[in-house]
């Protein structure tokens, strides 16, 4: 049960065939993810409105993603005439590239014989991987801007602002939920996190020893549901998919692009991105390959090719949890989503880690606990005193403008044309002119009868 | 690896940085070529370290402090000319020029505030 | 540290790739300074940070080439590249993005270089390091500013915290000074 799997020194010994045959596995793994991510998208989604979904092409409708995959690629490539060509051209492939490099350091499993070779079940891995998946993250942003801006059109550029002003911020609110893992795992690097992951800790607590659970979603559940919150909105996703709002901005920053294979080029990007940040949050908090308790009783669950297994039904689950969230949630409005990442995510990030930490410090066997103490206790009374002062200034000002937006209206209401406006009294009924039930009674319109 | 090679990349680097500045009008093409100067420091100061092979590797520190400090810079800088911007519609620097000495040789093209 | 420098030919592997990565930086950062269209400068400039990342990655500082992608290419040009987008810079070439004084500008530029690369290469001739994998990793740096470089890195915050700030104020019009 503890086989705490590959570190950093069990890599690069691979010889190249065996790293390309992982390259073509993971490539060909998240090619046909995107294509049946797609049809379980629909299909799960239409099972939560009742209604069918897909289910024409092939069994179930199974290949309806192949059959829209073939039709894309079929049809005609538009190349609207003032676009700027390179940039227009360049735009697809450079969101769609990052998407797949990223993939390269997730652990899917443990040291597997492969063809007479010893292997870890991970393509590569670096000291600061996760800062690679960060990186490319950080890349694909490109392709969005590019593409809003090479469209030379209106409805384009607004989306590629408004997206890759979202996708950075939200950057960096997942950055920052990534710290107390860092902190707690002592390393950057994705296949040492899941070691870590391996075995809990015990809690003493009056003698006792309890186990506590080794994943860090438990212990960094913060953390964990900040980073669940940016990952929606990192891969633009309900309910922060404001740049393809329909509503306001027909299909953001892909408006100009039409059903063909570069639009497929960003529905796969988008696709990916999804898979990576599932990818990232299994690894990073949820256990990455390592066997959920039951089965982890089980001696033979995290050996061989069975880890492979979980990360699959995990990865399924979180792609689940994606759908179920863009069924349940309406689109957020830009404001919001902007004070949300800023104002709420960002501050309770920053004021996580400080506490992580301290409990991390607090822990050390050379520490000083009693000064660690302290001085949290002072940092806690000097941020409660400076909210304090704050909201007490805030307060009053609040009163002060409450109580002159009343002494207006009572003025205006003895006097309405005081404000110099010509007023009708205040408690006129609203008419507008017409009195409803004087409305003639409209003829019902049909919907398709135009 | 000769440290002679990353220094030479980085002296070049700078000198088309200082080029640039010079030589742009646009306030955020001035601004790219800032960061290219920067950027040469920073190769200066990572090939150094890995010369000298500081043990408190002060060199590479330094250059992701320069990384923060640029970063910042940028931020207040595209702040700086997007005011401007707003005011004067126009962010060429050389028609920025309400601060000059001698307004009788001043460009009859320039837009007033 | 310089007791048998190896001799300047043949290169080794690594040389190799660090000069072409020179040469990709140099050559995109060039094109950043004489384009002709301000979009296309912002994407040769990612090129160029790309090119010095992997320089950095060639010089064993695996570390600083993360973040040098992380807030160069994902942040600080994209921010310029919002700055371009929001002073409604024109699609396709404009024709006055260089001032009056190019050729002054072109004949300073050529002096610095060539000062600069007769010092160095009068200085550093002989200098060699040899590459060893790990130094630039997350752990050395990161007790390194956690230790000895806490201060400046904790002015360093401060002064990020100010620009923030500024930042903010200079660019919200709402905001007025006190009645």
């Known amino acids: ?450 | 690896m000769h440290i002679v090679y990353p220094v030479v990349v980085s002296a070049l680097l700078f000198s088309i940085g200082v080029y640039g500045v010079l030589a742009r009008r646009n306030a955020i093409l001035v601004l790219m070529s800032v960061e290219l100067m920067l950027n040469a420091v920073n190769l200066n100061l990572v090939a150094f370290d890995v010369w000298l092979r500081d043990r408190l590797h002060g060199g590479q520190v330094l250059t992701l402090f320069v990384i923060v400090i640029a970063a910042a810079e940028v931020g207040l800088g595209l702040a700086i000319v997007l005011a401007v911007f707003r005011n004067r519609k126009t962010i060429d620097v050389d028609r920025l020029r309400d601060l000059s000495e001698d307004l009788t040789e001043a460009d009859p093209e320039e837009v007033r505030p | 540290m310089t007791l048998q420098a190896p001799g300047f030919w043949p290169p080794t592997g690594p040389e190799i790739v660090f000069l072409l990565l020179g040469v990709v930086a140099l050559g995109s950062a060039l094109l950043v300074v004489t384009t002709r269209q301000l979009v296309h400068a912002a994407l040769w400039l990612v090129v160029c940070f790309g090119a010095l990342a992997g320089g950095y990655l060639v010089l064993t500082a695996e570390f600083v080439a993360w973040v040098q992608v992380l807030i160069y290419v994902g942040a600080v040009v994209v921010l310029l590249l919002f700055g371009i987008m929001l002073t409604r810079a024109p699609i396709g070439r404009s024709a006055d993005l260089d001032s009056g004084n190019r050729w002054a500008a072109a004949l300073v530029a050529l002096a610095t270089a060539a000062v600069l690369v007769t010092v160095v290469v009068s200085g550093f001739r002989t200098a060699y390091a040899p590459l060893d994998p790990g130094q630039g990793a997350a752990k050395p740096l990161g007790s390194s500013i956690f230790r000895t470089w806490v201060l400046p890195f904790e002015a360093l915050s401060v002064l990020l915290l100010a620009a923030l700030v500024g930042a903010i104020v200079l660019s919200r019009t709402d905001i007025q000074g006190r009645k």
């Open chain 1, 1 to 450: 049960m503890n086989n705490p799997g590959p570190t950093l020194s069990d890599f690069g010994h691979d010889p190249l065939w065996i790293s390309i045959i992982k390259a073509v596995a993971i490539f060909v793994f998240l090619m046909l993810g995107v294509l049946f991510g797609v049809w379980t998208e629909r299909k799960l989604i239409s099972r939560m409105q009742h209604r069918y979904g897909p289910n024409r092409a092939g069994k179930f409708g199974l290949l309806q993603s192949v059959a829209d995959g073939l039709k894309m690629g079929l049809k005609e490539d538009l190349m609207p005439r003032t676009v700027d060509k390179v940039i227009y051209f360049l735009a697809p492939v450079v969101i769609a590239v990052p998407a797949f490099l990223a993939f390269s350091v997730i652990p899917f499993g443990p040291m597997v014989w492969m063809f007479g070779h010893k292997t870890p079940l991970q393509l590569t891995d670096l000291p600061v991987a996760v800062l690679l998946v960060l990186a490319t993250a950080s890349i694909g942003v490109y392709g969005i801007v590019l593409a809003g801006w090479g469209s030379r059109s209106p409805y384009a550029i607004l989306g590629g602002l408004r997206s890759s002003a979202q996708v950075v911020s939200y950057e960096i609110a997942m950055g920052l939920s990534f710290v107390a893992v860092f902190l707690k795992a002592g390393t950057l690097s994705t296949s040492e996190i899941v070691a870590k992951q391996a075995g809990g800790g015990t809690w003493d607590i009056f003698g006792m020893h309890i186990p506590t659970p080794s994943w860090y979603v438990f212990s960094l559940i913060p953390s964990f549901l900040i980073y669940a919150v940016t990952m929606l909105g990192e891969t633009n996703r309900v309910p922060f998919d404001l740049p393809e709002g329909e509503g306001e901005l027909v299909g953001g920053f892909h408006t100009e692009y039409s059903s063909s294979l570069k639009f497929a080029m960003f529905m796969l990007a988008e696709y990916v991105n999804v898979f990576t940040v599932s990818a990232m949050a299994i690894t990073l908090f949820l256990g990455g390959w390592r066997a959920p308790w039951p089965i982890s009783l089980w001696d033979g669950a995290n050996t061989g090719w069975w880890p492979m297994l979980w990360f699959f039904a995990k990865l399924a689950l979180a792609f689940a949890f994606f759908v179920w969230v863009r069924a349940s949630l309406p689109r957020v409005r830009y404001d919001q989503l902007m004070a949300f990442g800023w104002k709420v995510l960002i501050p309770l990030n920053l004021g996580w880690i400080l506490l992580a930490a301290t409990l991390q410090a607090l822990r050390l066997p050379e520490s000083n606990r009693n000064g660690i103490l302290a001085f949290g206790a002072v940092v806690v009374i000097a941020g409660l005193g400076i909210w304090l002062r704050f909201d007490t200034v805030n307060q009053r000002r609040r009163e002060a403008r409450a109580a002159e937006v009343e002494e207006e209206f009572e003025q205006l209401r003895e006097e309405p044309a005081a404000g110099g406006f010509p007023v009708p009294p205040l408690d006129l009924p609203h008419y507008h002119g017409v009195v409803p039930s004087a409305r003639a009674p409209k003829e019902e319109v049909t919907s398709g009868s135009n």
